[in-house]
């Protein structure tokens, strides 16, 4: 009987060690298959948020880059307005022919400009990145930053590269991105390359062949010489010293809009009989 008892005894303790065995096995395949889960539901997470940073980023490049080929037309070439400059009620320009100083932009220079315009607004475009922007709901309604605070986006330095073809102008942006949701990364750093149907290369020659023969007699704009280049142009003089030139291209359209190329040519005072003819 003793015997029996302890047969008995570890039989017990054999089914409770067996038991024990079997539901911890059984809560770690559960721990573990839930993590599983939890990790497939995040890299879900990540790549969807990332998607959308990336077609969010990619959507601003598109409009930075049509937006700096605007404001480049209409600063005549330049990045900026460069001192000194015709300054209007209505309107400024630059000056690209200032009393026998010329200045009219080559293809390197315009190129470079349009980066640094890219460079300088790309991030007014994408705002704080998150992918709330998708969504058609309003503000009042649901608190951004409680709904999207589980993804942190760091960003880098922005790079933009222009290179102006014969009728065409194409920018590349390498923008480091790096997504992150929970404990899981992703990194983007390069977009699309955009291409834009304006030929600037045409209106950069254009602009330094027309000064150089302002350069050569100042008080005479040769008619004939401006409609052989296919453009619209506008001419107006301004007290009685200065000539404003509105160039459009209406082969080259920038976001549904001719491109416009604007600039000033300060000759000093007309004679009346050049104003009259």
Known sequence: MHKRGQITVFIILGILVLATILIATSVSNSIKKEKLQKDADATAELESK??????????????????????????????????????????????????????????????????????????????????????????EIINYNLLFDSMIAETGEINATVKIEDDNTLLTVNWPLIITVGEQKKEITSFPTEKYDANLEKVSLFSQEFVDKLNYDPYVIDAFYLLEQNYTIDVGLVNNDTYVFLVTDNSSIIDYTPLKFLFAAKVGETPLEEVEG
């Open 50 to 139: 990332a998607n959308s940073v990336k077609t969010l980023v990619e959507d601003c490049i598109e409009k930075t880059g049509e937006k700096a080929i605007l404001i480049l037309g209409y600063r005549g070439g330049k990045e900026d307005l460069i001192g000194p400059y015709l300054d209007e009620q209505l309107f400024d320009a630059n000056y690209l022919y200032n009393m026998g100083e010329t200045s009219a932009p080559t293809v390197e220079e315009m190129e470079s400009s349009l980066e640094n315009i890219v460079e300088k607004n790309l991030k007014k475009c994408t705002g704080k990145i998150d992918y709330s922007r998708s969504l058609d709901v309003s503000p």
